[in-house]
């Protein structure tokens, strides 16, 4: 099992129940599965707003981390939802009784179709991940 990424960060601005943390760029992101939600800063920082759970004050050096689950739950809606839509539209189109010869053609393209709206249902998903980043982060005051 992969090890969590997790670095340290400032807050640099809160608003309401938000903060703006700024993290200095490491290693650790390019191992990061969620790194496409830092937004890019200067050169070697990297700026996320998270819900400010913990109550942190601009200044304040906090730890953030990604969830424990949130690779495998990407990687099953990138991938896992497309090929099951693509199964699942050759599957009813095999039991579908077209007199179409040759039927794998119809089958081929029915299964496109499937791969197709399930790529913009799990796209959807995926951006609806992305506008509440706190479900993919974890944040804790630094020691």
Do not use: H
């Not at 039991?95 to 249902?121: C, H, M, R, S, T």
């Amino acid at each position: 099992m992969a090890q969590q990424v997790a670095d340290t960060g400032i807050v640099t601005a809160v608003k309401g129940s938000f903060a703006t943390i700024i993290i200095d760029s490491t290693d650790n992101c390019k191992d990061c599965g969620i790194r496409f939600l830092c937004s890019p800063g200067s050169d070697k920082e990297k700026i996320i707003t998270l819900e400010n759970s913990i109550g942190a004050k601009v200044g304040d050096q906090v730890v953030v981390s990604e969830a424990s689950n949130v690779l495998l739950i990407l990687s099953l809606l990138q991938y896992g939802l497309p090929l099951l839509g693509f199964l699942t539209g050759i599957f009813i189109s095999y039991n579908i009784n077209i007199d179409f010869k040759p039927i794998e053609l119809i089958q081929f393209i029915a299964g496109i179709v499937g791969l197709g709206i399930a790529g913009l249902i799990s796209y959807l998903i995926i951006k609806w991940i992305a506008k509440n980043p706190d479900r993919l982060y974890s944040v804790r005051k630094a020691v």
